[in-house]
């Protein structure tokens, strides 16, 4: 039970390079695919809700960005403050690999209540959705799961940076607020120029 744990709380020391990589990348496919199922868009690293395109590749689009826009920050800004070499292929494979807490986000967000919540197009549902008190509660819940799934998402993120670039300390904190914050801001721009 610790290995479990240990490996949930830092699973960079023990997968890096290819081997994340691939488990990343598998992540996002089946993530994207939950996503299009459930009708839920990325609209950036922390943002995800409903939007007016519906086609597939709009889906494959938010979850490619979402995942290159961070890792490309990441990488460059490591080329200034890191003292190590960093591969590219580190930072891309811990990114995705960070980002397979967004498979369980996307079934969260893609289960019924929160479905509706997306697809409200009228005063008259809003009001009569909020009469419901069981389906509040879901929401909530819902919700608190998803936001915890993205705090999850950024603990690794964080993780990853440390490992992948060898950052400790004052630039570590820089490389992951312009990965996560700064690439959040930049996926939203450009997601939002595919709707």
């Not at 608190?144 to 992948?164: K, N």
Request: hydrophobic residues 55%.
């Amino acid at each position: 039970m610790n290995e479990v744990l240990k490996f949930i709380k830092n699973p960079f020391y023990r997968v890096a390079g290819y081997t994340s990589l691939v488990w990343g990348v598998a992540g996002m496919v089946v993530s994207t695919a939950i996503a299009y199922w459930g009708c839920i868009h990325f609209h950036g690293l922390l943002h995800y809700g409903g939007a007016p395109n519906e086609a597939w590749w709009c889906f494959v689009v938010e979850h490619l960005a979402v995942w290159l826009v961070p890792s490309v920050l990441i990488y460059i800004s490591s080329l200034f403050l890191s003292r190590s070499h960093v591969r590219p292929v580190d930072v891309l494979g811990t990114v995705a690999f960070a980002q397979l807490p967004f498979v369980l986000l996307s079934l969260c967000m893609a289960l019924p209540p929160v479905r509706e919540v997306v697809t409200i197009q009228s005063l008259q549902a809003v009001e009569q959705l909020l009469s419901d008190t069981g389906w509040i509660l879901s929401v909530v819940w819902i919700g608190a799961v998803g936001l915890l799934m993205s705090i999850w998402v950024l603990y690794w993120i964080f993780r990853a940076i440390a490992i992948s670039c060898n950052l400790r300390g004052r630039n570590l904190w820089i490389v992951f607020i312009l990965g996560a914050f700064v690439g959040d801001i930049l996926c939203r721009y450009l997601i939002g120029l595919c709707y």
